[in-house]
């Protein structure tokens, strides 16, 4: 089975729980809410690199 992620909207608590179904409906270990969201995990994580070097802004103080 796999195992999705959920957040509660009640305390905002995330968990992870195993649903033979992805329309199943968890609820909420930490609460006991039944108002959970399943979130969905980023397989690819969309990066663009190869661009102009930035500067380092310093940081002033006193
Ligand atoms: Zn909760």
Redesign the pocket.
Known sequence: MPIFEFI?S??E?QFEELVSSADSKVK?P????ARTEKQFSAFSSSSSSGSHGGGCAPSGGG
């Open positions: 509660c009640k305390c608590e909420c930490f609460c006991g809410s």
